[in-house]
Structure formats: C-alpha cells, structure tokens
C-alpha cells in the first residue's frame, strides 16, 4: 500500500493507493449498494404514485403521502451523495472543492435525518 498526500492535489488529507483489483472490487461493491438502494425504492415510489387513493379516504392519502416521502429520502441518498462517497472511501481522499464538502455534508445529513424523521413521524402515526 503506497500512502501520498492528497495536499497535493487541494490539501485534504493522506491519502493510500491499493491494487487495481481491490480498488475494483470496492467501487463494484459500492456500485452494487448504490444500485440496490436506487432500484428498490422506484417501486415503490411508482406504485404510489400511480394508484391514487379515492377522495373521500384521506387516511389513505395521509399514508401514501407518508410512505412517498419516506422512499424519497433513501432515493435522493443513493442518487447524489453515494457516488461521492464511494470515492472518498475508496482513495481517502476528498478530491472535490471544498464549497462542494460542505454541500455533501449538508444533504448527506439532510437526508438522513429527513429518513429518521420520517420512520419516528410513522411509528407515532
């Protein structure tokens, strides 16, 4: 394992270079993840929106709207920040500007705490 500073490149951290193959193996395994948690919520997220609830039930409704926002959250995770993540984890290192970081950052929590709200907001109810 080969260590060099990522400082070169925007002064973020070490950073470690391991063989093709484990680099390969790790990006299909991130891929893999990242695909699993796009592909299992479009279902789900289909199914809601095409069968409508009838106007006169609105607990129905209320629980459509609950279960669409919560597949949302995971969907939105696993659309824009795994990708990003994959990479850092995989080169340690933070490769993008640091304005993006801190947008990571931001909706990396965002989501996560919007998914945890959403399952407590659905055990209450």
Request: proline share 3%; aromatic share 12%; net charge positive.
């Amino acid at each position: 394992m080969l260590i060099i500073l990522c400082y070169e490149v925007n002064g973020s951290c070490y950073g470690t270079h391991h063989i093709f193959g484990i680099h390969l193996a790790f990006y299909l395994a991130c891929a893999l993840g990242t695909l699993i948690t796009v592909l299992r919520n479009l279902p789900v997220i289909a199914v809601i929106l095409q069968f409508k609830a009838p106007p006169t039930n609105h607990q129905h409704t209320s629980t459509s709207l609950q279960h669409l926002s919560l597949t949302l959250a995971p969907l939105l995770l696993g659309l824009t920040m795994l990708l990003f993540s994959t990479n850092q984890s995989v080169k340690s290192c933070w490769y993008f500007r640091d304005d993006f970081c801190r947008l990571h950052t931001f909706l990396g929590t965002l989501f996560r705490l919007t998914y945890a709200f959403h399952l407590y907001l659905i055990s209450i109810d």
